[in-house]
């Protein structure tokens, strides 16, 4: 059921997937209103709902493997819902499982070191999922297309010259290569939006009044590089997208379809890790029955050895039964989606 389950989501996703070594042209390659036809904005907000449970349930295993890490680094144009997706991506899991850190201009202290520092010092622990609210991409975007932001870095002449960006898709590789051979899995996500859509959102900003903090002048000066902006996004998606770390264009136009891909690509990369509970071994379960026994001896008169055995006995009951509701409905479901699919022809 599982694997099925993950099957099912590694094919719906496979098309938002940038195939390493291809050359993307965004406006091309990848639409930002994109909806699949197989799910309706009701259905989303259901499905969405089953994401988020599964991403609790795989984030819960992730912390008691405690051997891997997750790094989702998000990436957008400005007003492309980057914080919308990650409150709802991120809505049922522990809140000490996961490390949110944006990243802005970067200080006087970050521009003292190597760009790649500020990241490297915020990646999540094993058994965290960490999001990268903007990250080291900008380095190939945001100082591409300013290319004062270089400038300020002071690099060496040799390290800004022509080949820079280059250079710097080749550090990224190297880097994302080693953390996932050291045990940390990278989900890459670009929130693609359409220009009208954000002149549309640009313009919600200003006529709601309670969405009026959100409006920023700096925003729209930044919209008039509009294709330097594509052609960086381009450049970017062409030369990082990696077996070890590949590349997921989510059409961003409708939000209830962005966060549920987005949903739907981080649950891919958990199935893919599988982490497993740990399993306890002999001498530790020999411990756990003789403090059992310890415990039970200390019982005051008149209360039960052990109130939580015969409370788990009946709660185990009833929990075997909900199981197998869950399991019919769960059947019935599939039948009947089976039955539309096929109707749909
Ligand atoms: P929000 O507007 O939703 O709070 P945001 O991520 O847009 O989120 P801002 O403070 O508005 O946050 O913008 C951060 C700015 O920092 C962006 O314009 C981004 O391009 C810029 N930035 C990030 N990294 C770098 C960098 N390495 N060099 C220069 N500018 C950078
Ligand atoms: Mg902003």
Redesign the pocket.
């Known amino acids: 059921m599982a694997d099925e389950r993950a099957k099912r989501i590694a094919e719906r996703i496979a098309p938002l997937r940038v195939t390493p070594g291809s050359r993307v042209v965004l406006a091309k390659d990848f639409d930002p209103g994109y909806k699949a036809d197989f799910v309706t904005k009701k259905d989303a907000v259901e499905l969405l709902q089953q994401g988020v449970e599964v991403l609790s349930e795989y984030q819960e295993r992730l912390a008691a493997q405690d051997t891997w890490g997750v790094l989702v680094v998000l990436q957008a144009l400005?007003a492309a819902g980057?914080?919308g997706t990650i409150r709802h991506v991120t809505s049922g899991i522990n809140p000490q499982g996961v490390s949110v850190h944006?990243?802005?201009?970067?200080s006087s202290e970050e521009l003292d070191h190597d760009?790649l520092w500020r990241f490297a010092k915020n990646l999540p622990r094993r058994g965290e999922i960490g999001i990268f609210?903007?990250s080291y991409y900008?380095?190939v975007?945001?100082?591409r297309v300013?290319p004062e932001?270089l400038t300020r870095q002071r690099l060496p002449k040799a390290a800004r010259g022509r080949d820079v960006w280059k250079r710097r898709y080749r550090d990224i590789n190297d880097w994302e290569r080693y953390l996932g051979d050291n045990g940390f899995k990278i989900v890459k996500l670009f929130l693609n939006l359409s220009k009208e859509e954000q002149r549309t959102r640009f313009l919600r900003r200003i006529d709601l009044p309670d969405h009026n903090w959100?409006f920023?002048a700096?925003?729209v000066h930044?919209r008039g590089s509009w294709d330097a902006y594509q052609k960086a996004f381009s450049g970017m998606l062409s030369a990082t997208s990696t077996e070890w770390a590949p590349w997921y264009v989510i059409p961003a136009d409708h939000k209830w379809f962005a966060r549920l891909c987005a949903a739907a690509v981080l649950a891919n990369a958990l199935f893919e890790i599988d982490p497993r509970f740990p399993k306890v071994t002999d001498e530790a379960r020999k411990a756990l029955r003789d403090t059992k026994v310890e415990l039970e001896a200390e019982a005051p008169k008149g209360a039960a050895s052990d109130p939580f055995a015969d409370e788990g006995a009946r709660t185990d009951k009833k929990a075997r039964k909900k199981a197998a509701r869950g399991a019919r409905k769960a059947t019935k479901r599939t039948n009947e989606a089976a039955a539309t699919e096929a109707d749909d022809g």
């Open positions: 400005d980057k914080d944006s990243f802005k201009v970067p760009y609210n903007r900008e380095e975007l945001v100082v300013h932001n959100k920023s700096a925003d930044e």
